[in-house]
């Protein structure tokens, strides 16, 4: 891959996640120089935010504008796969607004396609940046856990998932597919090795006028042993712990992501249980951005990688088909 001395950027998509990568862009100093927006009333608004932009209804003229260097799509979930392909097969850098794609078999296709043509593919999982996950991982590492043997994640609450494409399962992918993509990010951030198998269980009980699933479980079973236990849910009319974290040696809860400023720490000294609070290390999303100039001007190794944003969605494909097939499934692309 060529280094590029400045860089200037693209998005597909000009809506509410589409401004937050175009300000993305340029706190991390990249030159925001296109839009290509399907709608409109969309593209007029990007002309008044941005009045320097070349703005595009059609991607191909997009690719085919000169310097730009990166493209980030912000689209619906099932036309990932697609416009991540043209962005690729042009030659020009790519980053995908997570989750990657809906299918393993597209996200490993463009896996090797950035391969084949020499360009960066990453998706945005900003959430690795998350004060609550640097702090866990700084844990972790330090060994005041041990060996983590057991992982949940919950999301939800009770109520309807609104009238948007998210709840058409055809365009989202599922109810998995939007927290699901941070929830196995994190945990194969957090649990080594390969992933043994994939349990899914979804259920359909009352929000009939939409396609998403109401409630799903996902059960993650390690080749080490170790265990996670994913759910999101539409139904939950009691909430619980919504990250927890078991290890030999101690343990972490983390709950209500955006309102708390600390984690529990659970461990032991002299014989008895020790609990402890941790504050959160910062938040910091604009890293994401900053590896991404740095890798490109610089050549520093990727954050996020596109063979594990593979893995997040092989997990997510699984979990689907398990719960359609009502049976426990192997991972494809495990490595």
Request: overall charge negative; charged content about 25%.
């Amino acid at each position: 891959m060529n280094r590029i001395n400045r860089l200037r950027g693209a998005v597909i998509g000009y809506g509410n996640m589409g401004t937050h990568h175009a300000k993305q862009m340029e706190k991390a100093g990249i030159e925001f120089a296109a839009v290509c927006e399907f709608d409109q009333a969309r593209r007029e608004q990007a002309r008044i935010d941005y009045p320097h932009l070349r703005v595009f209804g059609d991607v191909k003229e997009l690719l085919e504008e000169p310097g730009i260097d990166l493209v980030t799509i912000v689209t619906p979930h099932d036309t990932h796969a697609e416009l991540a392909m043209q962005v690729l097969e042009a030659r020009k850098n790519c980053i995908l607004e997570k989750p990657m794609c809906i299918h393993a078999d597209d996200a490993a296709a463009l896996v090797n396609k950035a391969k084949e043509t020499g360009v960066m593919l990453s998706v945005y999982h900003n959430r690795r940046w998350d004060g609550w996950f640097i702090t866990a991982k700084e844990l972790i590492e330090q060994g005041r856990l041990g060996d983590v043997f057991c992982v949940e994640f919950y999301f939800g609450g009770y109520g309807h998932p609104g009238q948007w494409w998210r709840s058409d399962k055809r365009i989202s992918g599922g109810a998995f597919y939007d927290w699901g993509a941070h929830y196995m990010d994190w945990l194969l951030g957090i649990v080594p090795g390969k992933v043994k198998s994939v349990r899914g269980y979804s259920q359909k009980r009352l929000w009939h006028d939409v396609t998403n699933e109401d409630h799903l479980d996902c059960i993650i079973e390690f080749e080490s042993g170790a265990v996670a236990h994913a759910q999101t849910s539409q139904l939950a009319a009691a909430g619980k712990v919504e990250r927890r974290i078991l290890g030999t040696k101690g343990a972490i809860i983390s709950d209500k992501l955006g309102q708390q400023e600390f984690l529990t720490l659970y461990t032991e000294k002299d014989g008895e249980k020790v609990e402890s609070t941790v504050p959160y290390a910062k938040t910091d999303w604009l890293s994401y951005y900053h590896n991404i100039v740095a890798h490109l001007t610089e050549g520093a190794e990727l954050a996020v990688k596109p063979e594990q944003a593979l893995r997040v969605i092989a997990i997510l494909d699984t979990a689907t088909k398990s719960a359609e097939q009502g049976r426990e499934l192997t991972v494809p692309y495990e490595t």
